[in-house]
């Protein structure tokens, strides 16, 4: 299928990662609006592909998290929402338990479950340097795939 599929972890310390056929491109999430744009905009016009679909993680406050932290979190957020729209680029909103569902079990401590959603993101491209900050966007998109794919 020709389908670029896209995956938004849009915390400061997230990223974003595009599928196309089997090759991956991820990076950090850009400091930018103007840098957000160009990272899904480049590959978009590059790859020169009619069809995309994005899953961008669901967010909202947390207990015990700053004021600051959690504006700047939903910004990133909203502004993520706004560049897919801007793009035409059809999206769903997912909660993180639910996509990591899709992955089997996970840990329940907060470390030790990020280690192994970076795990699974590394066996899927073990060729590719996959971070923390990536490994997230990196499952997401590939939920997004296997969900397009079942229908």
Known sequence: MNKLYIGIDPGKSGGIAIIYHDNLYCIKCPATVHDMVEEIQIPLDMMD????????????????????????FG???????????????????????????HFGSMPKDKKDRKNKL??????AYPDQRVTLATADAILMAIYARDKDSEG
């Open 49 to 72: 592909v009619p069809r995309s679909k994005a899953v961008i993680e669901f967010v909202h406050s947390m207990p015990g998290q700053g004021v600051k932290s959690m504006f700047t």
């Open 75 to 101: 910004q990133n957020y909203g502004t993520w929402l706004g560049i897919l729209a801007a793009l035409k680029i059809p999206y769903d909103i997912v909660a993180p338990g639910k996509w990591m569902k």
């Open 118 to 123: 970076k795990q699974l993101a590394q066996q």
